[in-house]
């Protein structure tokens, strides 16, 4: 498996762990690039001194490459910036942003920069500001997610058209089969946040993994689109919320109903009820909560025997 992502960011398997909100502390960051993938430090919940404890944990923990993923929406961007290049930290992800604002610096120090984007247009402009590949997550997947609700199946052509940078394929992937066909799709590797989210070394709640694994077809929705659209677990919050939304609550009354920190109080406290629990879609496929080397294993394995059996079939 060597291909323009592997060379990128000098690792052995085309797979990235999504940088999530609550889940990916350097524990799953390590463990994710210590089984040969790309882990990512999810700095969107983490106070400055906290980023910094867990970049400075992430390098004692592995000698392999890893990154951190910054949303623009966060407060404190510049303090993570500078805690970011200070530490030598070699890769970035920046989510939900203008991508001009950020990648000269990172660039200049030497950083290698992707940009996480929902749709073609995105894509190009973040090409245009010079980041060297970008992610194109579809709606199928968990937490903060694109206005256009275009599916990973179209957006990955789509992107592809648009840009000649690697394309990394985000957003329902959780096995190997749907690594394969992200890849047939002409993506050159994959992001994957729900099944790592639900990994041993997540830092999310045991509540929220547990609910993770059973929950079935049909479970999550995308909400909030007057705000920021997001896609949910449903549970009690979620009611609310959709409550709200039929009642036709006005931009306020959805601020306020949503309120600060809900998302931690979900993901990470494991308040089943009232918390915000932001998964993909493909939660419904994934049964159990195992290491992270274990996922990439199976995803690695079933990705070879899927492979194998497409050649085998003739048209
Ligand atoms: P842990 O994973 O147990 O967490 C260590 C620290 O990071 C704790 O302060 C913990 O907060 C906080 N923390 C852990 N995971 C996250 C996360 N995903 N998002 C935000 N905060 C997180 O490893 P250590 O025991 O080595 O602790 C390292 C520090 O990193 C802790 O202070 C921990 O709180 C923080 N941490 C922060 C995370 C974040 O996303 N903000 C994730 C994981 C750890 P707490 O004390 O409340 O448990
Ligand atoms: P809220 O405004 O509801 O709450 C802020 C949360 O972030 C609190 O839990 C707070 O922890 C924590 N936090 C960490 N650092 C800071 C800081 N410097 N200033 C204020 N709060 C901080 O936001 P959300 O929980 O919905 O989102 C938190 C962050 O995650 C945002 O930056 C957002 O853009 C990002 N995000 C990214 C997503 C993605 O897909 N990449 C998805 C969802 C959110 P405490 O409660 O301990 O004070």
């Not at 762990?17 to 690039?33: D, E, N, P, R, T």
Request: net charge neutral; proline share 3%; glycine share 10%.
């Amino acid at each position: 498996m060597d291909n323009k992502i592997t060379q990128l960011f000098n690792i052995k398997f085309p797979i990235i762990q999504g940088g999530m909100i609550w889940c990916s502390g350097w524990k799953l960051a390590s463990a994710v690039s210590n089984a040969g993938g790309l882990g990512l430090i999810g700095s969107g919940s983490m106070y400055p001194e906290v980023l910094l404890e867990h970049i400075q944990k992430c390098k004692k923990a592995t000698n392999k490459p890893f990154g951190v993923n910054l949303p623009m929406l966060y407060p404190d961007i510049d303090k993570h910036i500078n805690t970011i290049i200070s530490e030598g930290v070699k890769v970035v992800f920046i989510s939900a942003g203008n991508p001009k604002i950020w990648t000269q610096k990172l660039k200049d120090n030497g950083i290698t920069v992707v940009h996480v984007v929902s749709n073609a247009k995105f894509a190009k402009k973040a090409e245009d500001a010079g980041v060297d590949a970008v992610v194109a997550e579809g709606f199928e997947a968990g937490g903060h997610n694109g206005r256009e609700e275009t599916t990973t199946l179209c957006l990955i052509p789509l992107v592809k058209q648009a840009v000649g940078i690697p394309v990394i394929a985000a957003g329902g992937i959780g096995t190997g089969r749907a690594m394969l066909a992200a890849m047939a799709l002409g993506a050159d590797g994959v992001q994957i946040g729900s099944r790592f989210a639900a990994s041993d070394e997540s830092s999310a709640n045991i509540n929220f993994k547990n609910q993770i694994i059973s929950s079935v077809e049909g479970d999550t929705k995308l909400m909030l689109k007057q705000l920021t659209p997001v896609r949910l677990l449903k549970n009690k919050f979620f009611d609310a919320v959709q409550a709200a939304e039929n009642n036709c609550a006005s931009t306020e009354e959805l601020t306020k109903l949503l309120g600060r920190g809900r998302a931690k109080n979900g993901m990470f406290e494991g308040d089943l009820d009232e918390g915000e629990l932001e998964i993909g879609q493909v939660a419904a496929l994934i049964r159990k909560i195992i290491p992270a080397k274990e996922i990439i294993d199976e995803i690695v394995a079933e990705y070879r025997q899927a492979r194998m059996e497409l050649i085998k079939f003739e048209m």
